[in-house]
Structures are given as structure tokens and as C-alpha cells.
């Protein structure tokens, strides 16, 4: 079991440009989110899928996210056109569900600074 | 809507003494309560929830909490913090779209 594994840990990028997460889940997980995390808050809900379909957007996902998750395994987390305000870590998460109820996973995150 | 409430933003306890974090939520339904731990720069680890039945659950590291219904709250407990425990705290709720409180940031005296 090697956990949720998320590329790259960490990305400095210029503001305008394009960012792309990868996510890896926990092997025999079906359901993989994303959330967000900025300094000093707890994290955020932003999407989750359960194989290919992302079944739950929050508000908080504008027109310049995209999620997908294509074989309902790995998925990516893209930013276009990054603003200074996207400025945070991404926290992939997964879970399968259980008799004893859903209990999520998280990855190490991914620090985005856009400069 | 769902919400989850840390109400202490920083305790600071030393080592060996008690610990209590508080939590308190606001949920439509029978919730899942969940008490995630985080070290700085990292991910967060689950130390333990609670979907039903006994409402005193135990964890990892020592830890446990306690749901009470009719204060909406789901304490986290450890009888004695070790230097390690050093670290920010976070109750969550909810099933899919899991909610975090704000965190609290633990601090440990020698």
C-alpha cells in the first residue's frame, strides 16, 4: 500500500500560465477528491469522483479548474491562466466504501506558488 | 449547511499534561466526525471518527473523542501529550464534501 501520491509536491509559476496536479489514489480506491488548503485555514472541498464520474463540483471551482479522472484511476487537477489567489496546497484524497463507512486518505498535497 | 467550529485557534499544554480540543458542528443528518492531525508542509493523517454506535472512539497515537449529540460536539482527548503531538488539528464532517474546521495548532512545553 503506498498511499495517495501526488506530482509535483511543489510548483512556483508565473501568473497567466498553466498548472497541471496529478493524483494518484490508493490502489483499490473508487472515490478520489480534491481540496484546498491556504496558510492557517482548514482545507476546502473543491470536487470529487467516484470512477471516471465526477459526480460534486464546489463553488469554489471556477471556470479555470478542471478535474478529470479518465480511467477511474489516476486524475489531474488543471489551473488555467493562474491568478495570485490560487496560491495554495492541493490535497488529493480517496476512499473506498466500507461497511464501517467512508473514511478518506490523504496525499502529502502539492504547494502551487504563482508569482 | 454543514459547518464545523474549532473555537481555540492555539493552545500550548506541556509535555505529559492533558490535552482537549474542542469541536462543535452543525450538520443536517446523523453526521461523520472525523479528527485529522497535520504537520507542517504535510497531508493529513486520520486519527480516528466516528460513523455510529459507541460514542467514545478511540485512535492512533493515544488519542480519543467523544460524540455528544446533544452539544453537537466531538471533543478530541489525549491523557498525555507527548512532544511529538506538536502539530495542527483538524475536525472535519460529512461524508464526500467532507467540511474542516479552521484547525487548532497544537503547541507542546517541554
Known amino acids: 500500500d503506498t498511499g495517495v501520491s501526488q506530482n509535483p509536491r511543489h510548483k512556483i509559476t508565473k501568473r497567466g500560465q498553466n498548472v497541471t496536479f496529478r493524483c494518484d489514489p490508493i490502489?483499490?480506491?473508487?472515490?478520489l477528491y480534491w481540496y484546498r488548503q491556504t496558510l492557517g485555514q482548514g482545507p476546502e472541498f473543491l470536487t470529487y469522483f467516484q470512477n471516471e464520474a465526477q459526480l460534486e463540483k464546489s463553488r469554489l471551482l471556477s471556470d479555470r479548474f478542471s478535474a478529470e479522472r479518465p480511467k477511474g484511476s489516476f486524475s489531474t487537477l488543471e489551473i488555467q491562466r493562474t491568478e495570485q489567489g490560487d496560491s495554495a496546497m492541493y490535497l488529493c484524497?480517496?476512499?473506498?466504501?466500507?461497511?464501517?463507512?467512508?473514511?478518506?486518505?490523504f496525499g502529502e498535497g502539492s504547494w502551487l506558488t504563482v508569482v | 449547511a454543514q459547518s464545523v467550529t474549532q473555537p481555540d485557534i492555539h493552545i500550548t499544554v506541556s509535555e505529559g499534561a492533558s490535552l482537549e480540543l474542542r469541536c462543535n458542528y452543525s450538520?443536517?443528518?446523523?453526521?461523520?466526525l472525523f479528527w485529522y492531525v497535520q504537520s507542517p508542509g504535510q497531508g493529513l493523517q486520520l486519527l480516528l471518527k466516528?460513523?455510529?454506535?459507541?460514542?467514545l472512539v478511540q485512535g492512533i497515537k493515544g488519542f480519543e473523542a467523544e460524540f455528544k449529540r446533544s452539544q453537537s460536539s466531538f471533543n478530541l482527548r489525549k491523557p498525555s501529550v507527548h512532544w511529538s503531538d506538536a502539530a495542527e488539528y483538524f475536525c472535519?464532517?460529512?461524508?464526500?464534501?467532507?467540511?474542516f474546521g479552521a484547525g487548532t495548532r497544537l503547541t507542546v512545553k517541554p
Open positions: 466516528y460513523f455510529s454506535g459507541d460514542t
Open positions: 472535519a464532517v460529512g461524508y464526500n464534501d467532507m467540511r
Open positions: 450538520y443536517g443528518a446523523t453526521p461523520y
Open positions: 490502489s483499490e480506491h473508487n472515490r
Open positions: 484524497a480517496s476512499s473506498t466504501k466500507a461497511s464501517s463507512g467512508n473514511t478518506i486518505y
